[in-house]
């Protein structure tokens, strides 16, 4: 049963606008998320993270929002720019210093800026 | 240059053949990982390591074997490979997860396998 899920398999969006990618999760264990972004013949590449003793964290044009209740978090792109035309998968664990932690990612949401 | 390589890039293979995919990291990383990634699932961890000698199954497991008898290095065995391991696989390696820090982890570039 997919524990993390991104709804929404795609999304396009003009140059210069918002992009807003969306992300629910059900585990309410998890204890950070992070977003990462995916070029095709490339490997995911860490994009930004959150806490969930925090309920928004901006980096630049990126800024991940958390909503612990609501089990829900989004990632807002502004500006958009052409250049982040790719795929965007949500992720979330849960820290465990003994045994570890594992991973669990959503579908992905391929995202299109049209210049 | 911090890096996660893996090899081979591309593999095609038969059923029952046994075959192992390296994984490096240069980043003296305790954490490393394995994830298949299928359309319309996403990427689901197969295996993960805290530290040498230190394994545990992710969310499939079956059908691949792991080993960490070095930090550096994550190889993953498939004994039988079979046609449903067809898939996109990624390495990944992060420092350990700790309260209150980050812990993103770095991804390989990806090998293709086909299994015939």
């Known amino acids: 049963d997919q524990q993390v899920k991104q709804n929404s398999p795609s999304l396009s969006v003009q140059e210069g606008r918002i992009s807003i990618l969306n992300c629910d999760y059900t585990?309410?264990?998890?204890?950070?998320f992070l977003w990462y972004k995916k070029y095709p013949a490339e490997g995911p590449t860490f994009l930004i993270s959150?806490?969930?003793?925090?309920d928004k964290n901006e980096d630049g044009r990126f800024t991940v929002f958390l909503n612990k209740s609501a089990k829900h978090l989004s990632l807002h792109i502004v500006p958009s720019q052409p250049g982040d035309s790719a795929v965007y998968f949500c992720a979330a664990s849960a820290v465990d210093k003994d045994t570890g932690n594992q991973f669990y990612f959503g579908t992905g949401t391929s995202l299109t800026v049209i210049p | 240059e911090a890096q996660v390589t893996q090899n081979p890039r591309y593999l095609i293979t038969v059923t029952g053949k046994k075959l192992t995919v390296t994984c490096s990291q240069n980043?003296?990383?305790?954490?490393m990982s394995w994830y298949r990634q299928d359309p319309g699932l996403g990427l689901r961890q197969i295996y993960y390591s805290m530290n040498v000698e230190v394994t545990d199954k992710g969310d499939v497991p079956e059908g691949y074997k792991v080993s960490r008898k070095e930090k550096r290095n994550f190889p993953l065995i498939l004994e039988s490979p079979s046609p449903n391991q067809t898939s996109l696989y990624f390495c990944a390696s992060s420092f350990r997860a700790r309260l209150g820090t980050s812990y993103e982890q770095y991804f390989g570039p990806g090998t293709r396998l086909t299994v015939t």
């Open positions: 959150i806490s969930s003793i925090k």
């Open positions: 980043m003296n990383h305790e954490y």
């Open positions: 585990n309410s264990m998890f204890d950070y």
